[in-house]
């Protein structure tokens, strides 16, 4: 049985997906489960760098770098299965170089 989770919009520049690091009803800091991750390459014009961090902000000075995903300058359309994964401080998507791409973030 799987359970359910969330689903960001399609995105296609840097953007904050869940601030997490919000504090429960018991005082305990709550953590983000990171589901899965889509990358869309959808031009043939140049390269893209993706990286997904542990960070409620765009300031990754002291946060983890938890994916790099390198788009090539030829189409792709890749997943990839996190597992879960448990981010202490949200969920931030970088994405640079000067092609178009789309990303998808699944969380709980």
Known sequence: MTGGCAISKRITSSAVITPGGVTGAYGQATKTKLIAVYATKEDDSATNTVKIWDSHDNNTTASDE?????????????EFDMHGALLSDGIYVEISGSGSCGITVCWA
């Open 66 to 78: 938890v994916i790099r995903i390198e788009l090539p300058a030829t189409g792709a359309n890749l």
